[in-house]
């Protein structure tokens, strides 16, 4: 049993005949995946061996970590979709749709930190006036 090998095979699959189109682009996609496994295989080896950690352990974290950026994101879009978008921001369903979130959860998506995150990323204010006041900051 190769574990990093599994590993790498469950993280980045080989895409199968019909999965590319066009059709001619799938040996290039292949070839494409077959390097990524590789180099994920050799990051994950090289975390293992500094860490003197189980790769499986290792790698549950890496998707963790992922899942909760990709949460991020969603939240600091979200924001910018209801706060920047001028005076008619983006209504909730449409949101809600393509975040697979409900049109309640999206006011609740995201507060004023990520408001705040999202005015520091484009260099300006947020457009609508429902804008929430600034995050206090935590004591330390």
Do not use: C, W
């Amino acid at each position: 049993m190769d574990l990093i090998g599994d590993i790498t095979a469950i993280r980045i699959p080989l895409p199968q005949p019909g999965d590319v189109t066009p059709q001619e682009l799938y040996p290039d996609a292949r070839e494409e995946a077959e390097q990524a496994r590789e180099d994920y295989a050799f990051a994950l080896e090289a975390q293992r061996d500094d860490l003197q950690e189980d790769p499986l352990l290792i790698a549950l974290g890496n998707a963790r970590a992922a899942r909760e950026a990709a949460d991020r994101e969603i939240r600091h879009l979200l924001a910018y979709g209801r706060e920047f978008h001028g005076e008619r921001p983006y209504k909730l369903e449409p949101l809600a749709q393509a975040s697979g979130m409900t049109p309640s959860g999206i006011r609740t998506a995201y507060g004023s930190s990520e408001i705040e995150t999202v005015a520091r990323g484009i260099g300006r204010t947020p457009d609508n006036r429902r804008a929430r006041p600034p995050a206090t900051q935590e004591p330390s």
